[in-house]
């Protein structure tokens, strides 16, 4: 039977927050830069967590953080190891205890802004969990753990390195503590450890790894020590702030490379065919005397007919039935993996219409809003469907994706990030829109991203800046762009 511990947690939290994710890529999609990467070694208990976490309460304003520890990435044990583990004899303090290996490719992906996931480990039971955690889309990494500047593969990820150096009384004080409340350990088992492996460890690895570090923080009384690095923090990522928005409202189809002037002519632009019938439906939906009501109605008419048209982009492979007539009729079948992500909340209207057509499609969506304060696009909840989650899955799976129209392209641009970012190819992403503009959006995403078709319903010729009402909570306007004629706020009308 395996220990347990009442109450006490059995692996440490890879705590996430989230203040909203500002671009990494420029206008033309491509990542302008990597996730801001801290190293933070030191000996057990020194300290490490606590300046982590000291550092993410600090930064509470800024874009999302994550803690990766150390401790995730210890070995697989066999049965010889646990046995060895559970008397107290396995030495987990020799950096042959870790899977550095693992852990420098987990990095890597992370601080490319890719999909990653870990290794889950339980202290209580000496081993690695059957399952794994997942993680994607953290500005900044802080990374903690007794090797974590030992190796040199994650040395050259960290973007700063830190060792917490702190008294080693003292540090034995706090493991004994720590490892009875919250490691199932008792007092003779932490002692022995301590002077069989974690004193010798120190001595031989961890304390001599400081001289790696670019600052020194005291493991006692480090406030001012904190702050210092703190402030070193804000000012490298103020440095890397993107504003583009204005720039992509303005993009104009590329004529001299041969675009036409019309955007419903390039390759990979679907235009729905303009029919009395569709032309009926945009009437109604762009006439403002129009009641919720039959918004609702004809939306949902008009976001079956986009998603019919989606289909017919997907792949389908020669099938042949057997009739009632016993006779033998050949077709088509639908193989791949299709889901579908919208954008909240004006993806919406278009979710309802795919799953009426593609009965049990796996969905995900993905929170984008603009800054109040830049008007810049911040990514501020994912949630994707299980087919995107494991890369391998990813690369072989098609995603609709979902908004009701796109302007200036901002969201579009970072939601097609994010699916790059999971391994989605390119040409497997279909964007399915009622409205689109000949100015802007379209313009930047066929350039950034030629192989992502558009499916859409209608083309305005307008996209006009104009200024939003004032925001009740900071009394301030902002910029907001508008198709024109346009159907006015297609969310808000869909919804409010
Ligand atoms: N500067 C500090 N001031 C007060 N308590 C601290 C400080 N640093 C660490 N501690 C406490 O010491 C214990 C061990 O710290 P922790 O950060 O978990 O160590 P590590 O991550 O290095 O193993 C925790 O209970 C923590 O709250
Ligand atoms: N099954 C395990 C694995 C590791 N340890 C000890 O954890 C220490 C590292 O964690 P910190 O949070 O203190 O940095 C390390 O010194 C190992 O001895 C363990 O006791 N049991």
Redesign the pocket.
């Known amino acids: 039977m395996l220990p347990t511990t009442q109450g006490a947690p059995t692996h ?1 939290n890879h705590i996430l927050t989230s203040h909203g994710r500002p671009p990494w890529y420029g206008p033309d999609g491509l990542p302008i830069h990597n996730a801001f990467v801290i190293g933070i070694a ?5 300290g ?2 606590y300046v982590a976490e000291k550092i993410i309460q600090s930064l509470q304003s800024l874009p999302s953080i994550l803690i990766l ?3 995730s990435f ?1 070995k697989k044990h066999n049965e010889q190891e646990l046995a060895l ?1 559970f008397s107290n004899e ?1 030495d ?2 020799h950096p042959s ?1 870790i899977d550095m290996e693992l852990f420098a490719q987990c990095l890597k992906d992370l601080k490319e802004y890719k999909q990653t996931h870990i290794p889950i ?3 209580v039971h ?2 690695r969990l059957p399952e794994t955690k997942y993680l994607y889309g953290a500005s900044v990494i802080i990374v ?3 090797m974590t500047l030992l190796d040199p593969a994650l040395r050259d990820l960290y973007d700063l390195k830190i060792f917490v150096q702190c008294d080693s009384d003292l540090m034995l004080a706090r ?1 004994l503590r ?2 009875i409340q919250q ?1 199932g ?1 008792s007092v003779d088992d932490v002692l022995k ?2 002077l069989r ?2 004193k010798p ?1 120190f001595d031989n690895f961890v304390g001599p790894s400081a001289k790696y570090a670019d600052v020194i923080i005291p493991g006692a009384a480090n406030t001012v020590a904190i702050d210092l690095v703190v402030n070193h923090i804000r000012r490298k990522l103020a440095e890397r702030h993107a504003s583009f928005r204005s720039e992509l409202s303005r993009a104009q189809p590329a004529i001299e490379q041969g675009w036409d002037a019309e955007v419903s002519k390039w390759p990979g632009v679907v235009l729905l065919r303009q029919t009395p019938q569709l032309k009926g439906i945009h009437t109604i939906l762009r006439d403002e005397t129009t009641s919720r009501e039959d918004f609702i109605f004809f939306a949902d008419r008009l976001a079956t007919l986009v998603v019919e048209c989606g289909m017919d982009l997907l792949p389908y492979v020669p099938h042949s039935v057997q009739t009632p007539t016993d006779a033998i009729a050949h077709g088509l079948k639908l193989t791949a993996h299709v889901c579908g992500v919208s954008i909240i909340r004006a993806g919406g209207p278009l979710q309802a219409g795919l799953q009426r057509v593609l009965r049990d499609v796996p969905l995900g969506a993905l929170l984008i809003q603009s800054d109040p304060s830049t008007g810049e696009p911040l990514l501020l909840h994912t949630s994707l469907p299980c087919y995107i989650l494991h890369r391998e899955q990813a690369k072989d799976t098609w995603v609709f994706l979902l908004d009701s129209q796109i302007g200036t392209g901002a969201a579009a641009l970072m939601a097609i990030r994010v699916l790059l970012d999971h391994g989605v190819q390119e040409e497997h992403i279909i964007f399915l829109t009622f409205l689109i503009s000949q100015q802007g959006g379209p313009n930047v995403l066929r350039k950034a991203f030629p192989g992502v078709r558009i499916v859409t319903s209608a083309v305005d010729e307008l996209l006009l800046m104009a200024w939003s009402d004032v925001d009740w909570e900071t009394g301030e306007r902002r910029r907001v762009w508008k198709i024109v004629p346009g159907m006015g706020h297609i969310g808000d009308r869909y919804y409010l």
Not at 42 to 46: D, E, L, P, R, V
């Open positions: 440490k030191g000996g057990s208990a020194s490490k967590t520890s150390q401790d210890y583990a396995y987990f303090d205890s480990y339980s202290f000496h081993q903690e753990g007794i493991r720590r490892d490691r350990r450890q301590y492996f974690v460890a």
